[in-house]
């Protein structure tokens, strides 16, 4: 599956942005969905995953109820809203389909990824 991210742009603190990663192909609906962000000096990090019918989401601690993944899976569309953004949060956001497995926090378990969206958030 062929994987395109976009949404990001320059927000102040606060503010809200929704990222979108869109797929190609028919198999979008079979897979779990993640986004993991990289920010300045810093490595891959899982940021929320949901599950390929969209019923179950997981989240880093760093974003519980601030963000929120979701699909549509008759767009072939993943989203994260992202409210209350924080300076922190400032990183390329990526979009990956999860290869399957117990460790959907590894960006090894991730069979193919966008490419990236930047997200910055001003103090």
């Known amino acids: 599956v062929q994987l395109q991210a976009s949404g990001g742009g320059l927000v102040q603190a606060g503010g809200s942005l929704r990222l979108s990663c869109t797929a190609s192909?028919?198999?979008?609906?079979?897979?779990?969905m993640s986004w993991f962000r990289q920010g300045p000096g810093k490595e891959r990090e899982f940021v929320a995953l949901?599950?390929?019918?969209?019923?179950?989401?997981y989240y880093t601690d760093s974003v519980k109820g601030r963000f929120t993944v979701s699909r549509d899976n008759a767009k072939n569309t993943m989203y994260l809203q992202m409210n209350s953004l924080k300076p922190e949060d400032t990183a390329v956001y990526y979009c990956?389909?999860?290869?399957?497995?117990?460790?959907?926090?590894?960006?090894?378990?991730?069979?193919?990824w966008g490419q990236g969206t930047q997200v910055t958030v001003s103090s």
């Open positions: 192909g028919h198999t979008f609906g079979n897979y779990a």
């Open positions: 949901v599950s390929w019918s969209g019923s179950n989401t």
């Open positions: 990956a389909a999860f290869g399957g497995g117990s460790d959907y926090i590894s960006a090894q378990a991730y069979e193919s």
